[in-house]
């Protein structure tokens, strides 16, 4: 069974719409998706609805943004089917509400610097949830003042130290609520939590520390950023403290930072019947 756990929508950061995507993993020969938009339950039931109409395994699912105070660095958390989402809706309402903030005032900056269309960065970011960093990118290419997502002005303007959005981009981090704490709502929901694409925000020391405390319970190993020896290094950590290992294309469609289409990186069967023995038995409560 071909199996992708990590794709986006337009329901946050992604270029196709729900059924636009299930369509695509139906052509790609994929068996099994998860639609893990950022900070939204909003694709739960429409997903399911359309995957069996396509044929497809929908795993429900939700990428978590967090905090690790420990390193002050970011780092995500994918929940796996949760019993209880409605347990969630809170954090995700308050996520949400930050990155509508946020994505306005990036908005304004550019506009007022790029002379662009409000209504044209509203054209790709009517199904999000928020206004993001490519959205704002598209209309810009849209206006001719740039011919690449994530080239030069991407940097100039979304640079931490000195760009132009620098103020939002590093508030960000404070917004997010802390990694354990996203890791304890997960499992009193009776999801599973997996820390996603450790080598993105260099999370290879929160892993150990979260696996060696039982408070994590899985990882995801197969993921665009790996380098050289990552697949080795996850794999063992894994290992030892047994976790659930995972494997998704992290899909955004358009707004991929590098060409990746659906089914380019899969969970292995293994970890899927993992995954619905896991899901049957009852949760512990994280150690805090």
Avoid at 173 to 202: D, M, T, W
Avoid at 248 to 256: A, C, K, T
Wanted: overall charge positive.
């Amino acid at each position: 069974m071909k199996a992708d756990l990590h794709c986006h929508t337009t329901l946050s950061d992604g270029s196709l719409g729900i059924e636009e995507t299930i369509a695509q993993a139906k052509r790609n020969s994929i068996d099994c998706i998860s639609i893990t938009d950022h900070d939204t339950l909003s694709s739960l039931s429409r997903s399911s609805v359309l995957g069996q109409r396509y044929g497809i395994t929908v795993i429900p699912a939700v990428e978590f943004s967090a905090f690790d105070g420990a390193r002050k660095a970011k780092a995500h958390i994918i929940c796996y089917m949760p019993k209880k989402p409605d347990r969630l809706e809170g954090l995700c309402m308050r996520t949400t509400d930050f990155r509508k903030r946020r994505g306005k005032s990036m908005a304004k900056k550019v506009i007022e610097k790029y002379n662009i269309s409000a209504d044209h960065i509203a054209r790709y970011s009517s199904g999000s949830n928020a206004i993001y960093k490519c959205h704002i990118m598209h209309a810009l290419m849209d206006y001719g003042h740039t011919t690449r997502l994530y080239g030069g002005l991407y940097k100039k303007l979304f640079n931490m130290e000195d760009g132009l959005c620098a103020e939002e981009v590093r508030n960000e981090i404070k917004e997010y609520p802390e990694v354990k704490f996203v890791i304890q709502l997960i499992r009193s929901a009776g999801g599973i939590a997996v820390l996603a694409h450790p080598r993105v925000y260099n999370n290879f020391d929160l892993l150990e520390e979260l696996a060696e405390k039982g408070d994590i319970d899985g990882v995801e190993v197969w993921h665009q950023s790996i380098k050289e020896n990552d697949e080795k290094n996850l794999l063992e950590i894994a290992g030892q403290y047994n976790l659930i290992t995972t494997g998704g294309s992290d899909f955004h469609g358009f707004y991929n930072h590098k060409a990746k289409p659906l089914g380019s990186n899969l969970t292995p069967a293994a970890s899927l019947d993992r995954m619905k023995s896991f899901h049957s038995n009852s949760k512990k409560e994280i150690n805090v």
